[in-house]
Structure formats: C-alpha cells, structure tokens
C-alpha cells in the first residue's frame, strides 16, 4: 500500500507497480484512510509520503508497525530528515527511507526485493505478494 497526500503522487506509483504482475496495489490518501483499509486488507508492505495533514507518515508507521507487526514499513518523501524523527523504532532498525523524486527500477527492485523477505512475526496475517 502506498500512502500519500497527493493524487499524482498515488497515481504514478500505482502505474509504476501495476505493471507488475506478482503485485496487488492498494492506495490510500493519508494515515486514517490507511488504517482502515489495513482493518480489511492486511498488506505485506506499507509505503508512506511522511508530511501529510492530519496523521504524519511516522505516526502512521508506528501504528502500523503496533497493530500489523508483520508488516514491512518504508518512507518515501522529499524530507530526508524524516529518519532523525522516528522515534517510536527505538531500538529497532528505521525503515527504508526513499527520497522523492524516485528512481523507477531502483524503488521497484528493492520494494520486490523487501516483499519477499519473511513476515517478521510468526503470526503474521500479511497477504502473500500484496504490495503497496
């Protein structure tokens, strides 16, 4: 699932992803309209933008990461500070961070590579292959 403020943003990563057979694409426009799309549809995979109104990519993250622990997190964003803000991975290695604009091969091949890896909890209810 890709979060993110900005239709365009959503679109052109839906493109980009949607070429891919192996992968669902979900899109969500900010945190809240992602969490409760996550409620129905757990996701392997949760893509954030991290300066949106209401709900920040980070606040998102760290939900996320609490309610779905088998769910892999990245940040994709114009503000590299953003890793020096989150907080709540204390003591647990930070999301990839992926600066916008992004490299089209470059984001899809490590995205595909991070799907793959093992759900992170035994009890994970992340569906298999269902990317951003």
């Excluded at 709900?55 to 890793?83: D, K």
């Excluded at 992004?102 to 093992?118: A, E, K, V």
């Amino acid at each position: 699932m890709f979060v993110d403020d900005e239709p365009k943003v959503l679109a052109a990563l839906a493109r980009l992803f949607r070429r891919d057979p192996d992968l669902h694409v979900h899109v969500a426009q900010g945190g809240l309209d992602a969490l409760r799309k996550l409620e129905h549809h757990p996701m392997d995979l949760v893509v954030s933008d991290f300066r949106m109104p209401g709900m920040n990519g980070v606040e998102l993250l760290c939900q996320v990461s609490r309610l779905y622990p088998g769910t892999r997190l990245a940040i994709l964003s114009a503000y590299p500070e953003v890793r020096a803000m989150i907080r709540c991975f204390r003591g647990r290695s930070l999301p990839p961070f992926f600066s916008k604009p992004w490299d089209n091969d470059h984001l899809h091949r490590y995205l595909r590579r991070l799907i793959r890896l093992p759900a992170q909890a035994p009890d994970s209810q992340t569906l298999t292959r269902s990317a951003a």
